[in-house]
C-alpha cells in the first residue's frame, strides 16, 4: 500500500474517533491515544503553557510535563524516557488549539518519525485542533446558550424563593420550594432534597422533590457515611460528585427508592456552620453536567438564608421565651420564694419551652434513690412530688449528671428508671441538666419526649433554669443557715444574759433546755448532771409535747448511753438507736436516739446537754455541734455561781476570821473572843449553833462560848459541863485531834444520829483548837437542816478553831511575858533592896563604927600628938563623907524610905534632893503595892534626874494621884524637851517596867516645849495574871 | 533466601460446589497461594461453584469468568472448570473489580488497572483483565487500563465466553458473581511474566473502506451495506431465512482484519450481523474511515501462531522455565482448528510449556499490550507464561 494512501486511511480514522467526541477534553483524549495508535507510539500527550491536556503512556498523572513540553516542534532527535518502554525517539508538533500547545508523540527507539509518520501526524494535529476548536466553540456557544436559558430559569427560581422567604413562610415550604426549583432549573435532575445535618451523624431530610413527583423520603432520617456527597459535603463543606453511586451510598443518602446513580451535593451554611446539604441526584451515572454545584451553592444560600431568617425569628421568639421565664423564676428567686415555688415554676417553664412530654426535677438523696420535687406532664400522677424513685445502677447518664455535665439520650435507654419510663410512658428521649451546688451535684431537672429527639440545644437551655434553681436552694439555705445562726445567737445571748445577770444556774439550765428545744426542735432537749454513780440527774428539760420531765428525776448515764459516752470520751456523742440493754431503756423513756455534748467545768466532767428523738429518724448531724455552743455557756454558768459562791464563802469567812483576828489581836480577853468566834462562825458556816468547849480533867467539857439562831439555846449553857457521847462528835475529835462529822438523816440509826434528830437537828459537825501541839478544846457545830454544812464543810470550822487556837496562845503568851517581865523587875527590885540593906546593916554600920573607935582614938590621943590628932580627925572626917556617900548610894539603889515611909515621904525626900527646885503635889495616902510604889518612885527620880542632867530645866512639877484604881504619875519641867525613848535614856527601862505592872507611859516632850511623862499603872490585879 | 513461587492448575467437572472445590484442592500446591483464576462453563451453578472453591481456599483473592471452552494441559474441555493458583512469597497479587463496565469502558479499564502491586521488590509486573466481550469495544477497556498504568505495565486476559451463545456472560470476583464487569488482577512478581501473541490470518481479496461506522457497529463498507459487502467478498449469497448462527459460524473464522502500521493486522472478530439494517458487529471498534480486509486461516497458519505466541511468551522469561502457561485463545480458532486441531495445539502449548501446568479458555476477544497503545485482539492466541 503506498504511503499517501496509509496515511489517508490512517488520518480518516483519526479523524472518525476525534470527530465523535462532544467535548474538548474527550476529543483531546482521543487525539492522543489514536495518534498514539496510529503511529505505534509508546506515549503521547497534548501540552499547553506547562499543562497536560491530554496524555497515555505515563502512570496515571505522572506525564512529565517539562520533559514533554522541551520536545520543539520541527526540532529532531529528542528522547524521552517512558517508563517500562525506556528511550523513545519524540516528535512535536504544534497544534491550532488550545493556544501554545503541541502534541508530542513518543516512539520506542532512537528512530525518529519518516517524513510519511510526521506528515500524518501534523494532519492529526491539525485535524485534532481544528475539533477541539470546534468543540470550544461550540461548547462556549452551547454553554452561553444554556447559561443564559439556565440563568433565566435559575433566577426566576431563585426569585421565587426569594419572595417566598420575604413572606416570612415557615422554612418547610421554602425548603421544599427549593428543591423543586432546582429539579426544574437542572434538567438533569431526577430527584433534589434539602437535607439537614444533626448532631449524631445524621441528616434529615426537611424538603424535597422528585421528577416522579413522589418526595416520599422527605422526613426520613439517614445516617450519614461511606461515599455519597450527604456525607461528602459534611466531611468537607464543599460542594461534592458522585457520579457512580453504589446502591448503598444511594440508600444511605435516600435519594429516592430507585436507584440514583450519580448525585451532587452543596453545603447550606448558616452563621458559619454547615447546617444541611441540598442533593441533586440523577438516575444516569454521569446524568449531572458540571457546574451544577455552582447553581446549587445558589440555592444553598437562599435557603441559608431562609433559615437564618427563620432561625433569627425563631431564635427571637424563643430567647424571648426563656428570657421571660428566666425573669420570672429569677423573680421568685429574689423575692426569696420557698425553693418549692422555684422548683415548680421551672419544671412549669422548662416543660413549656422545651414542647417537652414529661418534665421533672428531682434531688438526688444520700440513699442513691431520687426524690420527686417538681413534675410536668402525664407522669404527674404516676410520679408526684415526693414520689421516690431508684434510677438504677445502669441509668444511663447519670455519672455525667453526678459529675456536673448535661445528658443528652435520644435513643430509648435501658437500666431499671429507663425500662420502667419506656414500659409505663413509652419516652423516646429526654435531657436532663444537673442542679449542682458548691460543686456537688444536689438533683437534675429532665425533659422527656415521646416524639424523637430534644431540640438541638436543650442542655444549654435547661442549664440556664438549673443554674437558677441552684441558686434559689442556695439561697434558701443561705436564709436558713442565717435564720438558724440568728436564732441560735439570740439563744445563746438570752441564755449568757442570764448568766450575765447571775442568774441562779437552775434557771441558766432551764432556759438552756427551752432554747435548745426550740432551736434544735427535737423530741426532749434536757440540761444533765452526772452522778458519783453511773446516774445522771435532769437539771432541767425540755419536750416538744410540753409534757417536760421533772427536774432531779435520774437518769442511766453509763456505758452504752449517750451520756456515758461523752463522759467516756469527754466529746458530743450520739447513739442513733439504742441497743442491747440500753434498748428497752431507751424505750422505756421513749427515746429511739440521742445526741449529747458535754459541760465540762474546771477539766473535769460534770454533765451534758442533749437531744433525744423519740422516734427512730435519729437528730440531724451537726447537732452536736450546736449543742456544744451551749455546753460552754451552761459551764460558764455553773463555773460563775459556783465562783460567785465561793467568793462570797470565802469573803464572808475572811471577813468573819479578820474580826476574830481583831479581837485576838487586841487582846481581848479570852471569853470576849470566844463570843466572838462562835458568833462568827456559826454565821459563816450557816449552821443553826456554834459552840466552844474546853475539856475538863474530870473528863466532861466546859461550855466557854456558845451562839445560836435561837432565842433559847439547846442543850448546856456557858459554863456548863457535859460528858461526850463517845464516837459522838466531840469525843473523836478530842481523841484523833481531826474534824469529825455526823450526818443525822432518817436513815441513819447511830446513837449520835438519833439524839441529834431528838433535838431536831440533821447534822454536826466538829474541829479541834490545837494549841501548841495539845488538844485544848473543841467546836461544835450543829444543824437543824440536811445539807446546810456542805460535805467537807468542817474543813472551813477548822479555820475558826486554828483563830481560837492563836487567840488562846497569845493570851496564855501574853500573860506569861508579862509575868516574867515582873518577875524580872520584882528580882531586881528585890536584889537593890538586899544590897541596900547589906549597904545600910554590914559595910554602913561597919564604916560607923569605924569612925566612932577613931573618934575615940582621938580623944584619948595626947594633945601632943596635935598632928596626930588633925590627922585623925582628917581621917573620920573622910570617913563621914564616905559613909554619907554610901548612904546616899544605897537609897539610889533602893530607898530605904520607900519600903519603910510608902510612897509620899520617899516622893518628898527625891525631891529635897533634887538639884532642881520639885514642885510636889501628891494625893496617894494610903500604901500601895510596892511594885507599883518602887515603880512610881523610879519614874519620877529618872525624870527628875533627866530633867537636872539633860533637859537644862530650871524647875520641875510630880503630880501623882490614886484614883479608880489606877495611879497616875506626872512628871513635868521646863527644859529643851526632845526627849525619846531611843536615845539611851533610862526612858525604856522605865516603860518596861511600867508595861509589866499592865500600865502604860506617855511621853510628850517636844522640843523647846519641856518635857512631859504621864504614866498611868493599874491597881486592880483581878485579870493580871499571878505573877509567879 | 529467594522467595518461592508456584502455579497450580486444577479441573474437574461435575456438579459445581464439589467441582469447584476439587479443581481449587488440585491448584492448590502449598498454603500460601495469593491468587486463584477460574475459568469454568457456564452451564455450572456459578455461586455453588464459587463457594465451592472459597471453601477450599478462603479468602484467596480470586478472578475469573466463564468460558467458550477450557483448556488444560490434557486438552479441551466443556462443562468443566478450571482452577489456576499462582502462590508464594515471590508474588504479590491485588484484585479489582469494575461493575457497570459498559456504561464507560474506559473508565472500568482504568479502574480495573488500579489494583497493581507497588511493590518495588517484585519489579516485574502484569495486569491480568477479564471482562465482559459483550459489553462493547474491549479496546475502550484497554485504553483505560493504559492510561493509568502507563506503558511500564503490560495488559494480559480476554474476554469471557458463554460457550458461543452470545447472550450473557459472567465474571468472578472474590464471591460475586457478575456481568458486565471487569475483574482485574495485578501482579508484582520477582521474576519474568511473560506474554506473547500471535494469530496466524492472512487476508483475502481486496481491502474495503469503513466508509461508515460507529464503534463496533460497521454499517457500510466501500459505500455498501456492510453485511452483503462482506458476504460478496466470501462470494456467499445471504441466506433466505437470515440465519443468525450461519452468520456467526461463518464470521467466527472470517474476521475483518485491521492495516496497522507494524504490519500484523489487528484482527477483529464479526459477533453477528443485522438482517435489517445490512450492518455487522464486531467485538471492538471498526473506526469509519478505516480500511479493512477480510481474514482467513487454515489449521497450519493457526497452529504456526500457537507456537509463535507462546515460544514468544517463554522467551520472555530470559530464559527461565515457565512455572505455568495460561492461555487465551480465541474461539474463532477453535472453530479453525476444529477438535481435532486444538488437541495438537495445546500439546505444541503442553511441549512448550515443558511439563508446567496449562491452563486458559476460549474467548470473545484477547487482550495482550506488551508495547504501544493497542492491545485488543481478535482471533487471536495470548499466552501468559510465568516464571
Not at chain 1, 422533590?209 to 416520599?216: A, F
Not at chain 1, 450526818?743 to 483548837?769: C, S, T
Not at chain 1, 538586899?834 to 560607923?848: A, C, M, N, P, S
Not at chain 1, 539633860?950 to 506626872?970: G, T, W, Y
Request: net charge negative; charged share 20%.
Amino acid at each position: 500500500m503506498a504511503g499517501a494512501e496509509w496515511s489517508t486511511q490512517q488520518l480518516a480514522e483519526f479523524i472518525g474517533a476525534v470527530s465523535v467526541a462532544d467535548n474538548e477534553a474527550t476529543a483531546a483524549l482521543a487525539a492522543v491515544e489514536r495518534a498514539a495508535e496510529l503511529l505505534d507510539a509508546d506515549a503521547a500527550a497534548i501540552v499547553a503553557g506547562g499543562e497536560i491536556i491530554a496524555a497515555v503512556g505515563y502512570p496515571e498523572g505522572a506525564a512529565p510535563v517539562a520533559d514533554l513540553e522541551a520536545v520543539r516542534p520541527g526540532v529532531a532527535g529528542f528522547l524521552l524516557e517512558v517508563p517500562g518502554v525506556g528511550p523513545c525517539a519524540s516528535t512535536a508538533v504544534t497544534l491550532e488549539h488550545p493556544p501554545a500547545s503541541t502534541l508530542v508523540v513518543a516512539r520506542a527507539g532512537v528512530d525518529g518519525l519518516t517524513p510519511e509518520e510526521a506528515g500524518l501526524l501534523r494532519g492529526m494535529a491539525r485535524v485534532a485542533a481544528l475539533t477541539m476548536r470546534m468543540l470550544r466553540v461550540l461548547d462556549e456557544e452551547r454553554e452561553a446558550r444554556e447559561g443564559l436559558e439556565e440563568l433565566a430559569g435559575q433566577q426566576a427560581a431563585l426569585r421565587r424563593v426569594a419572595t417566598l422567604i420575604v413572606s416570612g413562610v415557615q422554612p418547610s415550604a421554602v425548603f421544599d420550594a427549593v428543591a423543586e426549583e432546582v429539579g426544574h432549573v437542572i434538567a438533569a435532575a431526577d430527584v433534589t432534597l434539602v437535607g439537614r445535618y444533626d448532631a449524631h451523624g445524621a441528616v434529615e431530610f426537611v424538603g424535597g422533590w422528585s421528577r416522579e413527583g413522589d418526595p416520599s423520603f422527605v422526613g426520613s432520617r439517614v445516617s450519614l457515611g461511606g461515599h455519597n456527597v450527604a456525607t461528602l459535603v459534611l466531611e468537607r463543606n464543599i460542594p461534592a460528585r458522585v457520579d457512580h453511586l453504589t446502591e448503598e451510598a444511594t440508600a444511605a443518602t435516600a435519594l429516592a427508592r430507585e436507584w440514583a446513580r450519580s448525585a451532587v451535593g452543596a453545603p447550606i451554611n448558616v452563621e458559619g456552620r454547615i447546617w444541611g446539604v441540598v442533593t441533586v441526584g440523577s438516575m444516569q451515572p454521569d446524568g449531572l453536567p458540571p457546574g451544577i454545584e455552582r447553581q446549587l451553592a445558589d440555592f444553598t444560600e437562599l435557603v441559608a438564608t431562609a433559615i437564618a431568617n427563620a432561625q433569627a425569628r425563631e431564635e427571637l421568639r424563643t430567647i424571648a421565651d426563656e428570657q421571660a421565664a428566666l425573669r420570672r423564676v429569677a423573680t421568685l428567686v429574689a423575692e426569696a420564694a420557698p425553693p418549692e415555688a422555684v422548683f415548680t415554676a421551672v419544671a412549669e417553664e422548662v416543660h413549656r419551652l422545651l414542647h417537652a412530654d414529661e418534665t421533672g426535677l428531682s434531688r438526688y438523696d444520700p440513699d442513691g434513690l431520687w426524690t420527686v420535687l417538681a413534675v410536668r406532664g402525664a407522669m404527674t400522677d404516676s410520679m408526684p412530688i415526693g414520689f421516690r424513685l431508684d434510677p438504677g445502677p445502669s441509668m444511663p447518664g447519670v455519672a455525667q449528671l453526678l459529675s456536673g455535665h448535661s445528658v443528652r439520650v435520644d435513643a430509648p435507654p435501658t437500666g431499671t428508671l429507663a425500662d420502667d419510663l419506656i414500659r409505663a410512658e413509652d419516652l423516646q428521649a429526654w435531657v436532663a441538666s444537673p442542679i449542682v451546688l458548691m460543686g456537688r451535684t444536689w438533683g437534675q431537672v429532665a425533659v422527656f419526649s415521646r416524639h424523637g429527639p430534644l431540640p438541638t440545644g436543650a442542655e444549654e437551655r435547661l442549664g440556664h433554669f438549673t443554674e437558677l434553681v441552684a441558686t434559689a436552694i442556695a439561697n434558701a439555705q443561705a436564709r436558713e443557715d442565717l435564720r438558724t445562726i440568728a436564732d441560735e445567737q439570740a439563744a445563746l445571748r438570752r441564755v449568757a444574759t442570764l448568766i450575765a445577770a447571775a442568774a441562779p444556774p437552775e434557771e441558766v439550765f432551764t432556759a438552756v433546755a427551752e432554747e435548745v428545744g426550740r432551736l434544735l426542735s427535737p423530741d426532749r432537749a434536757y440540761v444533765g448532771r452526772y452522778e458519783t454513780d453511773d446516774t445522771m440527774t435532769h437539771v432541767a428539760s425540755w419536750s416538744s409535747t410540753g409534757e417536760n420531765l421533772p427536774v432531779g428525776i435520774r437518769a442511766p448515764g453509763g456505758a452504752g448511753t449517750v451520756s456515758g459516752l461523752v463522759r467516756e470520751t469527754g466529746r458530743p456523742a450520739r447513739v442513733d438507736r439504742y441497743a442491747g440493754d440500753m434498748y428497752a431503756a431507751a424505750r422505756e423513756h421513749g427515746i429511739g436516739s440521742a445526741v449529747a455534748a458535754p459541760i465540762t467545768i474546771e477539766g473535769r466532767p460534770w454533765g451534758v446537754i442533749g437531744v433525744a428523738s423519740t422516734s427512730e429518724e435519729p437528730p440531724p448531724t451537726g447537732t452536736e455541734e450546736r449543742l456544744a455552743k451551749f455546753t460552754e455557756l451552761v459551764a460558764t454558768a455553773i463555773a460563775n455561781a459556783q465562783a460567785r459562791e465561793e467568793l462570797r464563802t470565802v469573803a464572808d469567812e475572811q471577813a468573819a476570821l479578820r474580826r476574830v483576828a481583831m479581837l485576838v489581836a487586841r487582846g481581848l480577853a479570852a471569853a470576849e473572843i470566844f463570843d466572838a468566834v462562835v458568833k462568827e462562825t456559826r454565821a459563816v458556816l450557816g449552821v443553826d449553833s456554834v459552840a466552844l468547849l474546853r475539856p475538863e480533867s474530870d473528863g466532861t467539857v466546859a461550855v466557854l462560848a456558845v451562839h445560836s439562831t435561837h432565842p433559847e439555846p439547846p442543850g448546856i449553857p456557858v459554863g456548863g459541863r457535859f460528858t461526850p457521847e463517845p464516837n459522838g462528835v466531840i469525843e473523836p475529835v478530842l481523841r484523833t485531834g481531826r474534824p469529825s462529822r455526823i450526818d443525822a438523816p432518817e436513815g441513819n440509826v447511830g446513837r449520835m444520829a438519833q439524839l441529834l434528830r431528838v433535838g431536831g437537828n440533821r447534822g454536826a459537825a466538829g474541829a479541834p483548837i490545837v494549841v501548841e501541839g495539845r488538844p485544848w478544846g473543841v467546836m461544835l457545830a450543829v444543824w437543824k437542816q440536811a445539807g446546810a454544812l456542805p460535805a467537807g464543810g468542817e474543813g472551813r470550822l477548822v479555820q475558826f478553831t486554828e483563830l481560837v487556837a492563836t487567840a488562846v496562845a497569845n493570851t496564855e503568851a501574853q500573860a506569861e511575858l508579862t509575868a516574867s517581865r515582873a518577875r524580872i523587875i520584882a528580882t531586881a527590885d528585890e536584889t537593890r533592896r538586899r544590897i541596900e540593906r547589906d549597904l545600910h546593916d554590914g559595910l554602913q554600920q561597919r564604916l560607923v563604927s569605924l569612925a566612932l573607935q577613931l573618934r575615940a582614938a582621938q580623944a584619948v590621943t595626947p594633945p601632943d600628938l596635935d598632928e596626930l590628932v588633925g590627922e585623925l580627925d582628917d581621917v573620920v572626917r573622910g570617913l563621914n563623907v564616905t559613909i554619907d556617900e554610901l548612904r546616899e548610894y544605897a537609897r539610889g539603889i533602893h530607898p530605904a524610905i520607900l519600903a519603910e515611909g510608902g510612897l509620899a515621904p520617899a516622893l518628898k525626900s527625891l525631891a529635897r534632893r533634887s538639884a532642881l527646885p520639885v514642885e510636889l503635889d501628891v494625893r496617894a495616902e494610903k500604901r500601895l503595892p510596892q511594885p507599883i510604889e518602887v515603880a512610881a518612885y523610879y519614874i519620877v527620880s529618872e525624870a527628875l534626874a533627866n530633867a537636872a542632867k539633860h533637859a537644862e530645866a530650871s524647875s520641875a512639877a510630880v503630880e501623882v494621884e490614886a484614883a479608880d484604881d489606877v495611879l497616875r504619875v506626872f512628871v513635868r519641867d521646863d527644859g529643851v524637851g526632845g526627849a525619846d525613848f531611843g536615845r539611851g535614856s533610862g526612858l525604856v527601862g522605865l516603860r518596861d517596867r511600867v508595861e509589866t505592872l499592865g500600865g502604860r507611859l506617855t511621853l510628850h516632850s517636844e522640843l523647846d516645849a519641856g518635857t512631859s511623862i504621864e504614866v498611868k499603872l493599874p491597881l486592880r490585879d483581878e485579870s493580871r495574871p499571878a505573877p509567879g | 533466601m529467594q522467595p518461592t513461587r508456584w502455579v497450580g492448575v486444577g479441573s474437574a467437572g461435575g456438579p459445581a460446589e464439589g467441582a469447584g472445590a476439587h479443581a481449587t484442592d488440585e491448584a492448590l500446591l502449598a498454603e500460601d497461594a495469593k491468587l486463584l483464576i477460574v475459568f469454568c462453563s457456564p452451564t455450572f451453578d456459578l455461586p455453588a461453584l464459587i463457594r465451592g472453591i472459597r471453601t477450599r481456599a478462603g479468602d484467596v483473592p480470586l478472578i475469573g469468568c466463564t468460558t467458550a471452552g477450557e483448556i488444560v494441559a490434557t486438552g479441551p474441555r466443556d462443562a468443566s472448570v478450571v482452577v489456576t493458583a499462582f502462590g508464594g512469597d515471590g508474588f504479590a497479587v491485588e484484585t479489582a473489580c469494575a461493575k457497570g463496565a459498559s456504561r464507560d469502558l474506559r473508565e472500568a479499564g482504568a479502574t480495573a488497572a488500579r489494583c497493581v502491586p507497588a511493590r518495588t521488590d517484585l519489579p516485574h509486573k502484569a495486569l491480568l483483565l477479564l471482562s465482559d466481550g459483550l459489553a462493547g469495544d474491549q479496546q475502550q477497556i484497554v485504553r483505560g487500563a493504559y492510561g493509568v498504568l502507563g506503558a511500564g505495565v503490560p495488559l494480559v486476559g480476554g474476554c469471557a465466553g458463554d460457550d458461543l451463545k452470545m447472550t450473557r456472560t459472567f465474571q468472578f470476583h472474590d464471591d460475586e458473581v457478575l456481568t458486565d464487569a471487569v475483574v482485574a488482577a495485578g501482579i508484582a512478581s520477582d521474576a519474568p511474566l511473560g506474554i506473547g501473541v500471535h494469530h496466524g490470518w492472512r487476508r483475502v481479496g481486496q481491502p474495503m473502506l469503513v466508509t461508515s461506522s460507529a464503534g463496533t457497529r460497521v454499517f457500510t463498507l466501500d459505500d455498501g451495506p456492510a453485511l452483503d459487502v462482506y458476504l460478496a467478498h466470501l462470494g456467499l449469497d445471504q441466506p433466505a431465512d437470515g440465519d443468525r448462527e450461519w452468520l456467526a459460524r461463518l464470521a467466527l473464522t472470517h474476521p475483518f482484519g485491521l492495516s496497522r502500521p507494524g504490519g500484523e493486522e489487528k484482527v477483529r472478530l464479526i459477533s453477528g450481523g443485522d438482517f435489517g439494517d445490512r450492518s455487522l458487529s464486531c467485538v471492538a471498534e471498526v473506526p469509519q474511515g478505516a480500511l479493512v480486509w477480510v481474514m482467513e486461516g487454515d489449521e497450519e497458519s493457526v497452529l504456526e501462531a500457537t507456537e509463535a505466541a507462546a515460544g514468544a511468551s517463554v522467551a520472555a522469561l530470559d530464559g527461565r522455565p515457565p512455572l505455568g502457561m495460561v492461555a487465551f485463545d480465541c474461539i474463532a480458532r477453535r472453530g479453525v482448528l476444529g477438535d481435532a486441531g486444538i488437541r495438537v495445539e495445546i500439546d505444541r502449548l503442553a511441549a512448550l510449556a515443558a511439563g508446567a501446568p496449562i491452563a486458559g479458555f476460549y474467548t470473545y476477544g484477547e487482550i495482550a499490550r506488551t508495547r504501544g497503545v493497542r492491545g485488543f485482539h481478535n482471533q487471536t492466541l495470548v499466552v501468559l507464561s510465568v516464571a
